[in-house]
């Protein structure tokens, strides 16, 4: 897996990330820089473990469509990207 991702790649991933709806960033920004548990997401939010999977979900659903990953494997190549980009193991 690469552990340097191209320039135009890392703007596609942000442009993605900055258009994420509200909601489903929420969960998605809590789990991957807080390294919060979907539990302790569920806890800050109000909402059940269900809901913030289904965000979740929502979430990578919405990476892959806006960047040139909704492609078989695109779920892996996101993860990739954000290892590198983040420096951090990916939870899926």
């Known amino acids: 897996m690469p ?3 191209s320039r135009k790649k890392m703007r596609s991933l942000r ?3 900055e258009t994420m709806p509200g909601p489903a960033r929420a969960v998605f920004d809590r789990h991957r ?3 919060l548990a979907y539990g302790e997401i569920a806890g800050e939010l109000g909402i059940d473990i269900a ?3 289904r965000r979740m979900a929502q979430a990578m659903l919405h990476l892959m469509r ?3 990953e909704a492609r078989p494997g695109g779920l892996e190549r996101i993860g990739a990207w954000l290892r590198a980009a983040f420096g951090r193991v990916w939870r899926g």
């Open 66 to 68: 806006n960047t040139d």
């Open 33 to 35: 820089f807080r390294n």
């Open 51 to 53: 809901e913030v999977e």
């Open 15 to 17: 442009r993605a990330h």
């Open 3 to 5: 552990d340097r991702i």
